[in-house]
């Protein structure tokens, strides 16, 4: 949805606003590269099974997913973001200070959960900072796209640092490290300028949800998007053990993700651009083409230094998806319910996060790492498929195009998944015409 064209005024991020955020993601996925690559590894030492770890990384998503809608919601109704996002950086970088100590399974489940609400409330509300201030410019992707890369940029540099200096990854200095990073960031949120306009959310709490998930194409598209990272993180959370496990050193593993950093930092700038000019479904098509490919390719695995060939597959699943799902979001969320809508797409996100690597931690243990990333793979054709089928562009600019299935054959093959789509008993009737 568009802002108002009575007295809308547009905004676009300023120099000393896109320094903060900017900042503020270097230091945030730099601690994220060291948490993500290093602390399953860190677990694992201290004799937690694949479940177990598979089911931390559940608690953890899970108290994001629980949370976002009404810490969203709350800041829709206050028409502020800044006190929650810095808040919530100092804490977590408590709270992970505090790992450390932790000498049972149910101090680990309780650091995880309190870290999942914060983590993915900082996320929620500094993506809803950018909406506030590129709302009616028609550059949201492009805003985006070019803030985020530093924290590629952090991630890369964290990964490099434990490539050097492997000690870095070890428990008594990787807590430590990930707490301070934390504080940084938190301190780089207090630089950004609040917009000087909010739509508050005039309207109660209970009515906020119905008017999103009442635009059924942005429903289906949050169904495909669940899927997909479903798949996505499944695979990305076991690849440090699934590389040690073919006898790859540490030093190779912070490589590993290294690289995905280093891939992914052209493709998110082409792609900010890219999706305000041409749309959000192309690059979003491609997306969900790529990745049953890319998980497919992880279970052919033979040796750890293979890894590096399907790392350069990754600009064209999380780059793409990462920026054009959050203009998406932007597009079909209504001015007042800007933050509500980041914060239902971050939930959505985080309930994959919880789904993907419990699922993948059983499939590791009954069966094999392999097994597992042949049936994430599986997962990912089938929202890739839905949502070719199903979902149209949001961007104003291309609502009007729909993708045509030339192929005869095709489209006989894929008939009577569509009539199931556009059944009257899914209430799905008007998915394939754009909104008027």
């Known amino acids: 949805m568009k802002d108002s064209a009575d007295g809308a005024r547009a905004y676009s991020l300023r120099p000393r606003d896109r320094l903060g955020l900017s900042a503020h993601y270097f230091f945030s996925f730099a601690s994220l590269g060291f948490s993500f690559t290093f602390l399953p590894l860190f677990l694992r030492d201290r004799g937690l099974s694949f479940t177990e770890i598979g089911g931390l990384n559940a608690v953890y998503a899970l108290a994001g997913a629980s949370t976002q809608i009404p810490f969203g919601m709350l800041s829709d109704k206050l028409g502020r973001r800044k006190p929650i996002a810095i808040a919530s950086a100092l804490a977590l970088g408590a709270i992970y200070l505090a790992l450390g100590r932790v000498q049972t399974y149910a101090g680990f489940c309780l650091i995880y959960l309190i870290a999942g609400v914060l983590f993915f409330t900082v996320a929620t509300l500094t993506n809803a900072l950018i909406s506030d201030w590129t709302a009616g410019t028609r550059a949201t992707g492009r805003n985006f796209g070019i803030t985020r890369i530093w924290g590629s940029l952090g991630f890369v540099t964290a990964l490099v640092l434990v490539a050097v200096m492997p000690r870095i990854s070890l428990g008594s ?177 985080a309930t994959a996060m919880a789904l993907g690597p419990f699922l993948g931690g059983l499939l590791a243990d009954r069966a094999s790492i392999s097994a597992m990333y042949m049936a994430l793979a599986v997962v990912a054709l089938i929202a890739g498929l839905v949502f070719i089928l199903v979902v149209h562009e949001s961007h104003p600019d291309f609502s009007h195009e729909r993708l045509v299935l030339r192929l005869s054959a095709s489209r006989r093959l894929l008939r009577p998944v569509v009539r199931l789509l556009s059944s009257p008993l899914l209430r799905l009737p008007r998915l394939g015409s754009p909104p008027e």
Do not use: K
């Open 173 to 349: 200095s990787l807590l430590p490290a990930i707490a301070v990073l934390h504080w940084i960031s938190g301190l780089c949120i207090s630089t950004v300028t609040e917009p000087e306009r909010h739509a508050r959310a005039p309207q109660p709490f209970f009515r906020a949800m119905p008017r999103l998930l009442g635009n059924a194409n942005l429903s289906v598209f949050l169904l495909t998007f669940l899927l997909y990272r479903i798949a996505e993180n499944g695979g990305i959370n076991f690849l440090s053990l699934y590389l040690r496990e073919l006898h790859g050193s540490r030093s190779l593993i912070a490589l590993a993700y290294a690289l995905n950093a280093v891939v992914e930092i052209p493709f998110m700038i082409w792609v900010g651009v890219a999706s305000d000019r041409i749309g959000r479904r192309p690059p979003l098509v491609i997306a969900f083409t790529v990745l049953p490919v890319r998980l497919f390719l992880y279970s052919q695995l033979t040796s750890p230094e293979q890894v590096f060939f399907v790392q350069m597959l990754h600009g064209l699943t999380f780059s793409f998806m990462l920026v054009s799902s959050l203009a998406f979001m932007a597009d079909q969320s209504p001015d007042e319910l800007r933050a509500t809508g980041q914060g239902l797409l971050n939930m959505v996100a």
